[in-house]
């Protein structure tokens, strides 16, 4: 009958069986009480700490690794990773998403080196060895 009134807006069945109980048993608040148990979010600033000095120690931990060591769950290590330290996987390892400008320099100083001795030697390029062909 109340959906017929008031659609799909109304409070369900057993919502209005439970608030006839609190009125029978004396209180006058609809709204829920506050309750101990797990924390709404595991994304705090300690969380957050500790998933940082983890990977520091240890790049290779995979998210269910560091989700079992500190018992929060898998999407809570992933938004900290990804959200908080702005890190990514990258070929099975965390790097940081954005490099700081420090590491920006230090590229543009290095590349500026490779264009100059490219221009003094052409066969330059040829002469550089790289320890991998894979790419990430």
Known sequence: MLVKVY?????????VFEWFKRFRDGKEDVEDEPHS???P???TP???????RMLA???RLSLRMIAEEL????DSVSNIIHENLQKRKICAR???HKLSDEQKQHRKETSGDFI???DRNPQFLETILTGDESWC
């Open 7 to 15: 659609g799909v807006e109304a409070v369900s069945k057993k919502c």
């Open 37 to 39: 148990g797990r924390p």
């Open 41 to 43: 979010t595991s994304t």
């Open 46 to 52: 300690d969380n957050i700490e500790r998933v940082r």
């Open 57 to 59: 120690d240890d790049r």
């Open 71 to 74: 018992k929060i769950s898998l």
């Open 94 to 96: 965390c790097v940081l």
């Open 116 to 118: 100059d001795a490219c």
